[in-house]
């Protein structure tokens, strides 16, 4: 199958969300959603999610699911307000529980904090297939980035999350707590395993020395030119990713991004019900 995928780029977290369509069908799918966020002034806006619904709304789309890769650390999950708009189910990687541990514990997030998964509509095991209309959908665990991190392949279209980059940018960073080198490459080796002209689309994208964004790559394209893994051996990707990850700032976003996706985009509250965002002083 070839679906057709749509791509609504973020220029605020240089975040690309897709909109998977059902060849066969009205039925779609929305991987990866941003909620817009001014962190400075404590605001939340909604320009980008509600593009995607005039987008589903527009073509006569229906909404059957709402796709996390993984839990973000650089941009908010907008996955329940479009579900709240129009329908779907939100999905992640079944590993989402051993994030949820490691950072419930460095926001001192309380016991009425659940950390099974629950908040989310339904977790995907490696291998485990789930249907967009008459479209099969394959969940492959890829992590690295971060232990809940999965590739979702759709006919010839897969979506990578942060585990690849466009062939220019290389590879995700592996230092966040449960991030990992080895199983960073491991898990690009494959995604690189996969037919060749299986397209590939990127979460992120940054114009690396300056040419335009792009998000649409095929894995032939990544086997030959991928600047972090043509040529390198595991053990030498392993040094180079390492040395890298050092050099590297935190996401902006990091702290907002994952209290609210941890709890698929829900935003956390205080005792008293309100909207509520924690930064713990030298936690990460």
Known sequence: MHPQVDSFFDPATNTISHVLRDPGSTACAIIDSVMDIDYAAGRITTA????????????????????????HADHLSAAPYIQNALGGKIGIGAQITVVQEV??????????FQRDGSQFDALFQDGDTYQVGTLSVLAMHTPGHTPACMTHVAGDAAFVGDTLFMPDGGSARADFPGGDAGALYDSMQRILALPGDTRLFMCHDYGPNGRDIKWETTVAEERAHNIHLAG???????AMREARDKTLAMPKLILPSLQVNMRAGEIPKDASGRPM???????L
């Open 48 to 71: 980008h999610a509600d593009q995607l619904i005039a987008h589903i709304r527009d073509n006569g789309l229906q909404l059957e699911w709402l796709i996390e890769t993984h839990v």
């Open 103 to 112: 950072f419930g514990k460095i926001f001192n997030e309380g016991t009425e």
């Open 232 to 238: 390198r051996t595991r053990a030498e990707f392993i």
């Open 277 to 283: 965002l924690k930064v713990p002083v030298n936690g």
